[in-house]
């Protein structure tokens, strides 16, 4: 399988039950998590390993549902384009946002994985000297 039906194989099913321990068991045990703010200027934060990754993706919760990912492939990385829209109530208020996760794959476990929030355009941070990851 390459990398794309990979990704897709994991995420879709993750997006439509809202259940993140579905990726957990496509990690490596020592995968890089980085997520980055919006803006040229946005703070970033990294962490290590399965529980970080997961900590992210059960804070989101239900939202998960909502989103809607489109898939594309750059070099040796998958990009998932995710968008989401659902109504605040009881304000009655439309929530809209977009954000990008850039998985990094080897020997069929994730790596590496960058999620990007409010993504415009999606641009990872340049490679480092050793050539892996962000």
Request: net charge negative; with cysteine; glycine share 6%.
């Amino acid at each position: 399988m390459d990398n794309l039906a990979q990704v897709r194989s994991i995420l879709d099913p993750m997006l439509e039950s809202a259940d993140p321990q579905l990726l957990l068991e496509h990690l490596a045990d020592d995968v890089r998590f980085l997520v980055r703010g919006p803006g040229p200027e946005a703070a970033t934060s990294s962490a290590g390993g399965k529980t970080a990754v997961l900590d992210y993706f059960e804070t989101l919760g239900d939202l998960l549902c909502f989103w809607q990912a489109t898939y594309e492939v750059r070099d040796d990385e998958v990009v998932a384009r995710v968008e989401e829209s659902y109504v605040l109530q009881p304000a009655d208020l439309p929530v809209q946002s977009e954000l990008a996760l850039i998985f990094e794959l080897a020997d069929g476990l994730i790596t590496g994985l960058l999620v990007v929030e409010d993504p415009t355009p999606v641009s990872p941070p340049a490679r480092s000297t050793a050539g892996r990851g962000w």
